[in-house]
T-cell receptor, first 112, second 115 residues
Framework: DQQVKQNSPSLSVQEGRISILNCDYT??????FLWYKKYPAEGPTFLIS?????DKNEDGRFTVFLNKSAKHLSLHIVPSQPGDSAVYFC???????????FGKGTMLLVSP | DSGVTQTPKHLITATGQRVTLRCSPR?????VYWYQQSLDQGLQFLIQ???????AKGNILERFSAQQFPDLHSELNLSSLELGDSALYFC??????????????FGEGSRLTVL
């Protein structure tokens, strides 16, 4: 039972445009959400996070939006760059949990 | 470089065999997590240790076991291997026992191929 779902396995975007990666969750106990980025032959690295008390968190070109009522979050990358091409994992955790639950990932390809 | 070291990077073995994957966490991190990434699957949590003690268990098979040693390095033992065990195994570490500070630091993974 997937508690964190990334329904798009892949996304292609042109350089300079916006990339929007989506994530849905089912567990209402989740209250903290993270995005990780993974390049081939490397481990995932932390990108950005958001607490459930917020609906938006911004860090440079990366913004995460959280819609609690819809149990949905999205990662916006503006402008997209070829170096952003990677697999992006959405992850969630809740009070009382000690481990992250990850989605299956979305492979982003940014073409020049 | 995340500071988390995993060995070996690649491992090829046969069904029925046993292998051990090793992880050295970042300096100062007390928690070690093991995740499995199979084809078309996300990162599946296996098990967590904190300062030598098992803290949480996920979808870890009975054929698999892990431990964390006094020097905080961890080993994941996989036995009676099956073809379906072929996957990338990631180790991650964090300072605390939980992840609410936001970050897990991942190693580069150990790719296991079972033939």
């Amino acid at each position: 039972d997937q508690q964190v779902k990334q329904n798009s396995p892949s996304l292609s975007v042109q350089e300079g445009r916006i990339s929007i990666l989506n994530c849905d969750y089912t567990n209402s106990m989740f209250d903290y959400f993270l995005w990780y980025k993974k390049y081939p032959a490397e481990g995932p690295t932390f990108l950005i996070s958001i607490s459930s008390i917020k609906d938006k968190n911004e860090d440079g070109r990366f913004t995460v939006f959280l819609n609690k009522s819809a149990k949905h979050l999205s990662l916006h990358i503006v402008p997209s760059q070829p170096g952003d091409s990677a697999v992006y994992f959405c992850a969630a955790i809740g009070t009382g949990y000690s481990t992250l639950t990850f989605g299956k990932g979305t492979m982003l390809l940014v073409s020049p | 470089d995340s500071g988390v070291t995993q060995t070996p990077k690649h491992l090829i073995t046969a069904t029925g065999q046993r292998v051990t994957l090793r992880c050295s966490p970042r300096s100062g991190d007390l928690s070690v997590y093991w995740y499995q990434q199979s084809l078309d699957q996300g990162l599946q949590f296996l098990i967590q240790y904190y300062n030598g003690e098992e803290r949480a268990k996920g979808n870890i098979l009975e054929r698999f076991s892990a431990q964390q040693f006094p020097d905080l390095h961890s080993e994941l033992n996989l036995s009676s291997l099956e073809l379906g065990d072929s996957a990338l195994y990631f180790c991650a570490s964090s300072v605390t026992s939980g992840s609410h500070t936001g970050e897990l630091f991942f190693g580069e993974g150990s790719r296991l191929t079972v033939l």
